[in-house]
């Protein structure tokens, strides 16, 4: 470069030129010289030619004013990088300040990091010297979907709570560490500094949540579940949410921060497609979970083209390992093995249902089924019908015993349906007591077919002959019913609160004594309830109950308005003995009257019948006697 620099110097940058203007040959000066680049721009002169080019003739080259081209000298020591060393640039090519030195702006201020900012730092730091890979697969979310529905409309249902996808996704990472052990390992170093692979008899599974402080900045905590490779999802489910809660309270302790074997961050929360997150040392794996939506090319599809189509959403699964100790192949299978569990292939939300003891079939993967929509508008009509022929078999009314619950008959397969159908648009003939020309999706359809059939009543009545009494009652039933408001489920609660305590008392107090309990069947009282206070909200003078021996009592003192004194008093055995009532197990004959008032304030006359020798002639009694009673009411309102 100094040979060119003598012979023609506009060979050479022009950074160079002060420095060889007094440059020696052997000169220690160029082991510290650090020339600044050049920027070549429209007023600083031509670029140089290439070599082996002819020399122009230029005018020499203009400098700005406020620019210095003149290389720098630096005392760079034994050990600091030239680029950590060199002088940064400040705008339009003057020089800047040294990169080693705080850098003061205006209007800003300087903190310093504490508490979990200041561990995120040493955390990141300390990821700095995980060698790590990343293997990233999509995932459809169809079977997912679905299958979150059916969890959490039983859920809302019965008890409560929601099943979230991370739920699942989460339990799915567990159940899959479990199988591939080899994904469940860490790498460590013996005294010697002689590398090891360290592998977990368990799973701790982190989860990272996102924090925020009272100030307002966001932090990041990754708590652990220890052991979740030997939990149920129910166990998993409340392991979880009581870890998220604890952390939102900031009430985590230190045994929940350590012992993470791997971890899932949910970026996809916030709409990231994907992410290649940082790796802790000792951690195996940490599964990232993309946003769930459709591909960007289908985002500007309508409903109708998406569902005609087949188009699902999908998600992105990233697995970031230790390359040290996990290879890129163990990593794809691990995916391969969570793309197969969240799309059903092996089981997995069968275990999932068994665990929350919901009583129904879970959706599985398949392909769209070919098919005209005409064709199978007709067979969704056909699947109609069936529900209400076939309805009650999958209708959960054991309370004793749990079983998954599906019939043929009422398969989606059998009719040329799948998943993919769920979200397409079908006329239902009527269906739903809403007009013969209106369509619903499937999924509607099955929803409303299921809340009418399959739950904890099993109805039964297409096997009568008139067809507008099939209609009627269709009509009635196959409809949408309101949640029941929280002031009539806490009276619910009362009236069975009611009738558990007397028969806890009768049963504790008079043990051995001849007694019908309703043990099973304490229901009863409130549907009595239900139905007298119709009665009375609509001015029923009377209403005559006929009934076995089996929760008499019950009903004779929470419905009928036959004091508690009188029961017990007969327990007693202290009736009067003149009275052609008797002793015995005569009580549990015995019938009285009353007066019932609603809840809204509403009252009623109740006649509970005497029960006949033969109890199958209590109908007959009963329609005499309350035939009897409107003769008298007709009579008097001559």
Request: hydrophobic content about 40%.
């Amino acid at each position: 470069m100094y040979a060119k620099f003598l012979s023609d110097k506009r060979s050479v940058d022009p950074a160079w030129w002060d420095f060889f203007a007094d440059f020696h040959p052997g000169s220690e000066r160029l082991a510290t010289f650090v020339p600044e680049p050049r920027r070549y721009t429209d007023d600083a002169g031509p670029r140089p030619p290439p070599p082996g080019a002819p020399t122009p003739v230029a005018k020499p080259a203009r400098r700005s004013p406020d620019r210095t081209h003149a290389p720098k000298l630096v005392d760079l020591g034994a050990s600091t990088p030239v680029a950590a060393a060199r002088p940064a640039k400040a705008p339009y090519g003057g020089d800047g300040p040294d990169l080693l030195a705080p850098v003061s702006e205006p209007h800003s201020e300087t903190a310093a990091l504490k508490g979990a900012l200041a561990r995120a730092v040493a955390n990141m730091t300390a990821s700095l010297q995980v060698p790590t890979a990343t293997s990233i697969r999509p995932v459809p979310a169809k079977v997912l979907i679905e299958n979150r529905l059916l969890v959490n409309n039983q859920l809302a249902r019965e008890r409560g709570g929601r099943v979230s996808f991370t739920h699942l996704i989460a339990f799915a990472t567990a159940e899959a560490l479990r199988e591939m052990p080899a994904m469940n390992v860490g790498f460590s170093q013996d005294e010697q500094g002689r590398p090891q692979i360290v592998r977990r008899r368990h799973v701790t599974l982190g989860l990272a949540v996102d924090l925020f402080k009272d100030d307002g900045v966001r932090h990041l905590a990754v708590p652990g579940i220890p052991e979740v490779d030997s939990m149920e999802f129910a166990q998993f489910w409340a392991a979880y949410d009581d870890l998220i809660r604890r952390a939102r309270a900031g009430k985590l302790t230190v045994d929940d921060l350590t012992g993470v074997t791997a971890t899932i961050t949910n970026p996809g929360g916030i709409g990231t497609v994907a992410s290649v997150p940082r790796l802790m040392p000792g951690q195996g794996v940490i599964l990232g979970v993309g946003a769930m939506d459709y591909p960007v090319e289908f985002r500007g599809a309508s409903d109708e083209t998406l569902s005609g189509l087949g188009i699902s959403t999908q998600f992105t699964l990233t697995s970031t390992y230790d390359h040290r100790v996990i290879q890129g192949a163990t990593s794809g299978e691990f995916l391969a093995l969570m793309s197969a569990k969240l799309t059903g292939e092996d089981g997995f939300f069968d275990r999932v249902l068994a665990s929350l003891r919901i009583p129904y079939q879970p959706y599985t993967w398949e392909r769209d089924r070919p098919g005209g929509h005409e064709h199978k508008a007709a067979q969704v009509i056909r699947l109609i019908h069936n529900y209400r022929v076939r309805g009650h078999l999958m209708a959960d009314i054991d309370p004793l015993s749990y079983r998954q619950r599906g019939h043929s008959d009422l398969e989606l397969a059998g009719y040329g349906l799948s998943i993919w159908d769920m979200d397409r648009v079908y006329p239902t003939g009527g269906f739903g007591g809403i007009g013969t020309q209106t369509a619903m999706k499937l999924r509607e359809i099955i929803g409303l077919l299921r809340d009418t059939y399959c739950r904890k009543v099993g109805l039964e009545y297409m096997h009568i002959e008139d067809p507008e009494q099939r209609q009627w009652i269709a009509k009635r039933v196959e409809v949408r019913h309101p949640p029941v408001p929280a002031e009539a489920q806490l009276h619910i609660l009362h009236r069975l609160a009611e009738a558990e305590a007397l028969e806890t008392f009768l049963q504790t107090k008079y043990v051995g004594a001849k007694r019908f309990s309703l043990e099973g069947g304490e229901v009863l009282i409130p549907v009595l309830d239900a139905l007298l206070s119709a009665a009375a909200k609509d001015n029923c003078p009377e209403v005559g109950i006929g009934m076995a021996h089996r929760g008499r009592l019950n009903v004779l003192t929470n419905i009928a308005g036959k004091s508690y004194a009188q029961v017990f008093a007969e327990f007693e055995d202290n009736q009067d003995r003149r009275s052609v009532d008797g002793s015995g197990d005569v009580k549990y004959h015995l019938g009285t009257e009353g007066v019932f008032t609603s809840p809204q304030g509403y009252s009623t006359r109740v006649h509970l019948a005497a029960n006949p020798s033969h109890l199958e002639a209590v109908d007959g009694v009963l329609e005499g006697i309350v035939r009897a009673k409107q003769d008298q009411i007709a009579r008097s309102e001559e």
